[in-house]
Antibody, heavy 122, light 107 residues
Framework: EVQLVQSGAEVKKPGESLKISCKGS????????IGWVRQMPGKGLEWMGI????????RYSPSFQGQVTISADKSISTAYLQWSSLKASDTAMYYC???????????????WGQGTLVTVSS | DIQMTQSPSSLSASVGDRVTITCRAS??????LAWFQQKPGKAPKSLIY???SLQSGVPSKFSGSGSGTDFTLTISSLQPEDFATYYC?????????FGPGTKVDIK
């Protein structure tokens, strides 16, 4: 069974750093892209970027390029989303999700993590 | 970037109703269109990909159609568990983009 299990909720202060995780199981972690999606309180879904754990190839949405870093450690089947300096506006639920396959024709999400709530407040 | 719009933004319907949601892309995306369902406090669930293909385990009351710029999601007979927000997403080109969502609630 494919599962994506995310790390727990975080409460941080502005300016602090943070790294949240998404652990995949039940499939070949290195063979599928993993993406991150932001959902601000009461708002819609925003595609942030994706990583291919096999070779760490990464694509970012221009809206998030330079604001976050997506990485992966294939030895432990885990993808990460990190911030070097959080802002209050980073307060949101963050979901990881698996792309169904390689190539643009399969670049749709099929499995989702449960979400990680990040709260940034002074 | 390809912009996605959805209509209506919300709708009220009764159990048993047939419901149709429209999604439009700002440029042609072939059939690279997915639909997701999200219930309050829950992660999104994948429903449809390639505009009309059901994800494994998704009931056949859900159907999708369209190609190019105009797409629809239809729920043939709305059930209590279908009250949720529905999002479309294009995956024709990066950055992948979501529509703003359509909230389906109980009349």
């Amino acid at each position: 069974e494919v599962q994506l299990v995310q790390s727990g909720a975080e409460v941080k202060k502005p300016g602090e750093s943070l790294k949240i995780s998404c652990k995949g199981s039940g499939y070949s972690f290195t063979s599928y892209w993993i993406g991150w999606v932001r959902q601000m309180p009461g708002k819609g879904l925003e595609w942030m970027g994706i990583i291919y754990p096999g070779d760490s190839d990464t694509r970012y949405s221009p809206s998030f390029q330079g604001q976050v870093t997506i990485s992966a450690d294939k030895s432990i089947s885990t993808a990460y989303l990190q911030w070097s300096s959080l802002k209050a506006s980073d307060t949101a639920m963050y979901y990881c999700a698996r792309l169904a396959g390689a190539g643009i024709a399969a670049a749709h999400f099929d499995y989702w993590g449960q979400g990680t709530l990040v709260t940034v407040s002074s | 970037d390809i912009q996605m719009t959805q209509s209506p933004s919300s709708l009220s319907a009764s159990v048993g109703d047939r419901v149709t949601i429209t999604c439009r892309a700002s440029q042609g995306i072939s059939n690279y269109l997915a639909w997701f369902q999200q219930k309050p406090g829950k992660a999104p669930k994948s429903l449809i990909y390639a505009a009309s293909s059901l994800q494994s385990g998704v009931p056949s009351k859900f159907s999708g159609s369209g190609s190019g710029t105009d797409f629809t999601l239809t729920i043939s007979s709305l059930q209590p568990e279908d009250f949720a927000t529905y999002y479309c997403q294009q995956y024709n080109s990066y950055p992948l983009t979501f529509g703003p969502g359509t909230k389906v609630d109980i009349k």
